[in-house]
């Protein structure tokens, strides 16, 4: 009678190591490759307000999210502080300081964020800042006029 060795009959099987090594290589390159559109990451609930809205196609961007971060056009500014940001303001501005400036913060920024750029940009020379907001009836946001101090 003959023995048969049932360990020459195991049936082979897959290594998904190498298959999960590539996925996260792969997943790794589309992270790092892809390009963020900075006014199409910031949600902004932009405040009320009860006037017209005014055209702003040419005018300088200064964007304040809810964290309090300021982004001017589409480049963040690296720290919070005034410095850093009238830096980035005036090197994305270069001299024209007769360019309208529409200052655009989330309704849940923190109050002392806005302060900090609308006074960066007074300091910088920037007389005619407009605030956005949204008309109360929750339509498409418009620009206050305002005055740099």
């Keep these: 009678m003959r023995i048969q060795d049932h360990r020459a009959f195991d049936e082979p099987e897959i290594n998904l190591i190498p ?12 992270v790092v490759t892809t390009t ?7 949600k902004l609930q932009l405040p009320q307000a009860s006037g017209e ?3 702003s196609n040419q005018a300088l961007s200064v964007l304040v999210n809810a964290d309090g971060r ?5 480049r963040e500014v690296i720290r919070d502080d005034i410095e850093s940001l ?7 501005a270069g001299n024209d ?6 200052l655009r913060a989330d309704a849940r920024t923190p109050h002392q964020a806005v302060v900090t750029a609308y006074d960066a940009l007074g300091q910088l020379g920037f007389k005619r800042v407009m605030i956005a907001t949204a008309p109360q ?13």
């Design 36 to 42: 963020f559109d900075a006014r199409s990451v910031l």
């Design 53 to 55: 809205p005014n055209e």
């Design 19 to 30: 298959l999960i090594d590539v996925i996260l290589v792969l997943i790794i390159f589309f």
């Design 137 to 149: 009836n929750g339509g498409a946001g418009g620009a206050g006029a305002g005055t740099a101090p």
């Design 70 to 74: 300021f982004f001017v056009d589409d």
């Design 97 to 102: 300081r007769e360019r309208p400036v529409l």
């Design 86 to 92: 009238k830096a980035t303001v005036a090197e994305v």
